[in-house]
């Protein structure tokens, strides 16, 4: 049975990505092995599902459909960056949220309820809103690329109107992750 990579995602607007891609230019001369989003694949996740049997992907699109049905649009602000675990030793390097980050959450959290009846439970750890810009293979300490982060640690994105939900495909290749469009459901 073929499996698809699947999670949810609330997209990005192209202001966003040339602002993104700005910072991700400004980041690329430091010396750490960074693998850099590539600007017209930056979305924010709500929720990573992971390899989902292709016969129940209608189901999933369905959970999703549902959880989206009590939330009306609503603006995201791109302000600030970090990395997780922390700058020291970053594996993941993100642009931050400051308006709209409760309401993400709330969505976050209708999404996680309504795929718990599928069987898919909720991560462990708390949900964070943020932007993936760039991923280490290791969390090697690097003093330039933390230096470059402090730099722009005040970095402003701009602002999204988050206007619907897409349940998106992730395709893992030598060339970096591609990304599928399997479902849209507007809030």
């Known amino acids: 049975m073929k499996k698809i990579r699947t999670f949810v995602a609330v ?20 010396d750490a092995n960074v ?17 989902v049997p292709n ?46 980050s409760e309401r993400l959450m709330q969505l976050h959290a209708s ?4 795929l718990c009846d599928l069987g898919i439970l909720p991560e462990r ?3 964070q809103p943020h932007l993936t810009v760039g991923r280490l293979r290791r969390p090697v300490p690097s003093p330039q690329l933390g230096e470059l982060m402090a ?7 701009g602002t999204v109107v988050v206007k619907e939900l897409l349940v998106m495909a992730s395709f893992l290749g030598r060339g970096g992750p591609t990304y599928d469009v399997m479902a849209r459901f507007p809030l």
């Open 55 to 100: 016969t129940e992907v209608s189901q999933v699109c369905q959970a999703v459909g549902t959880a989206v049905g009590s939330h009306g649009p609503f603006t995201v602000s791109y302000e600030g960056m970090g990395a997780f675990p922390n700058c020291e030793r970053p594996k993941v390097i993100w642009l931050g949220v400051t308006q709209g």
């Open 125 to 127: 750890r708390p949900y």
């Open 11 to 30: 997209p990005t607007s192209s202001t966003l990505q040339k602002r993104a891609a700005y910072l991700i230019d400004r980041l690329r001369c430091s």
């Open 35 to 51: 693998n850099w989003m590539k600007p017209d694949n930056l979305h924010l996740t709500i929720k990573f599902i992971g390899d």
């Open 111 to 114: 999404v996680d309820n309504s």
């Open 151 to 157: 730099q722009y640690e005040e970095f402003s994105a």
